[in-house]
């Protein structure tokens, strides 16, 4: 049966890396079935990321019964690979025994990710499951600050004397019992326990057993410390090509290493959270939440937006005699505040990308508001051009034209002015650009669009 599963193409075309339809269809019919060695042979030649994201695109019920029906098949690298959220739904689920079996071979900072944000129960099964070595190793690292390099880091170091030569460190590695299953380094220390280099282990095969380690460091080497900031760490693991760097206490010491795939999932992680900030959907929304809990993230941004849109409708209304002489007033202010919401939108979020990366710093931040500003004034002037024409052919009005025209530039002048200053200002003040952006910059497009489209109708046309 195996034999057929692997014969089967994992996906539905060349080069693509999804999951097929055809295996969802495959894993609910073995549920469906009660068949657990049917199931068991479609799961085994599956990636664990695979078959996290299986779990969290199928529904609640039928999860349920799949990991009923597959008993001691949950192993650490699937819990690690799921959303927070339903993370905790199937730990919960699962019979101490199984929870023990899924997490003894993690590394350390695996665990500490399963665990971090669980409930006290839930991490106390947790650690109860791991040897004593192990589970002091993991509170120690959730003693240290949330999303620092203390809990990013693994505990689990290849370390030499930084006075050894090559075939000394080739016979240690040799000798021991248990190695991390990846590790990229060999930290160099001194005999304070303080890092010193680090030898790629590339570069330690090539070379001749009487080398010294200490000749053959890499000129990265760049250390720690277990309170920095693990988004400032991830960025300089992309800033500087690292693959791997040691973290150190509050004397120098080594604690842990740091290697590219926790820092990169750092660097995915924030990625996603501003796409989903700059929506107003929060930073943690899943497709796996329930209904309640998407409400929940969702309901207070919407009463955000409700206050900035009445207070974009008291400056219509300011004008409620302008827009009664003159009906087509209310037929084309959508357009202007359209116009300057979706500019300020491009601004915004170039601008904010730029900040999360650190392209955008004060040496440069006058230049780039200086090209917004340009860019709002010529595609303000080439869309008033195009509005123009359309007040006059519409409407038959060549003043109502030169009206929305001359607002179109002023909006679409301002919608790029603060998509760069608002983000920028509130940066620093402390405050997430990409969760509170949006919501100023839109208000800022509204009210002025229409305070300028009508204040200029109301001078002019009436």
Do not use: C
């Not at 087509?328 to 300020?344: F, K, R, T, Y």
């Amino acid at each position: 049966m195996t034999d057929q599963i692997d014969s089967q193409e994992p996906q539905e075309d060349e080069g693509d890396f999804g999951l097929p339809a055809r295996l969802f269809d495959e894993v609910l019919d073995a549920v469906e079935a009660g068949d657990a060695a049917r199931l068991d042979a479609i799961f085994e030649p599956l990636h664990p990321a695979d078959i996290a994201d299986l779990l969290e695109q199928i529904d609640a019920r039928d999860r349920r019964a799949l990991l009923a029906l597959w008993k001691g098949g949950m192993d650490g690298e699937i819990l690690s690979e799921l959303d927070d959220n339903l993370r905790e739904e199937i730990i919960q689920s699962l019979a101490p025994t199984e929870l023990a079996s899924a997490v003894r071979e993690l590394e350390s900072d695996d665990v500490v990710d399963l665990v971090e944000y669980l409930d006290e129960d839930q991490q106390s099964a947790v650690l109860d499951a791991l040897a004593a070595t192990d589970r002091i190793a993991v509170e120690k690292a959730l003693a240290y600050p949330e999303e620092s390099a203390g809990r990013l880091m693994q505990v689990e170091v290849v370390r030499a004397p930084e006075h050894w030569s090559v075939g000394e460190a080739i016979d240690f590695l040799r000798r021991a019992e248990r190695l991390p299953d990846q590790f990229y380094h060999v930290m160099l220390v001194d005999p304070r326990m303080k890092p010193v280099g680090y030898v790629q282990i590339g570069r330690l095969l090539s070379k001749s057993r009487a080398t010294l380690l200490r000749d053959i460091t890499e000129e990265s080497f760049r250390t720690f410390h277990v309170e920095d900031d693990e988004g400032a760490v991830a960025y300089a693991f992309n800033q500087y090509h690292l693959i791997s760097a040691p973290v150190v206490d509050d004397d120098d010491r080594l604690v842990g290493v740091i290697t590219i795939d926790d820092a990169m999932n750092v660097l995915d992680e924030e990625h996603e959270e501003d796409i989903l900030r700059l929506a107003g959907v929060g930073g943690e929304s899943e497709l796996s939440d329930s209904v309640r809990e998407t409400t929940k993230q969702r309901l207070p941004w919407l009463a955000v937006n409700l206050g900035t849109a009445i207070i974009a409708s008291l400056v219509i209304s300011l004008f409620e005699e302008t827009i009664a002489g003159l009906v087509a007033l209310a037929v084309l202010m959508p357009i202007v505040a359209s116009m300057g919401g979706n500019a300020g939108t491009q601004s915004l979020t170039v601008a904010v990308r730029a900040i999360a990366t650190r392209d955008l710093t004060t040496s440069n931040v006058w230049r780039v508001i200086r090209r917004e500003v340009a860019v709002g004034l010529i595609n303000g002037l080439a869309f008033a051009v195009v509005m123009g024409l359309v007040g006059l052919v519409w409407f038959g009005s060549p003043m109502l034209g030169v009206v929305i025209a001359v607002a179109m530039v002023i909006n679409l002048v301002v919608a790029g002015l603060s998509g760069v200053v608002v983000p920028v200002v509130l940066d620093r003040f402390g405050v997430d650009p990409a969760l509170a952006s949006g919501t100023f910059v839109t208000t800022v497009t509204d009210v002025v669009g229409f305070f300028a489209f009508l204040g200029l109708a109301s001078v002019i046309l009436l």
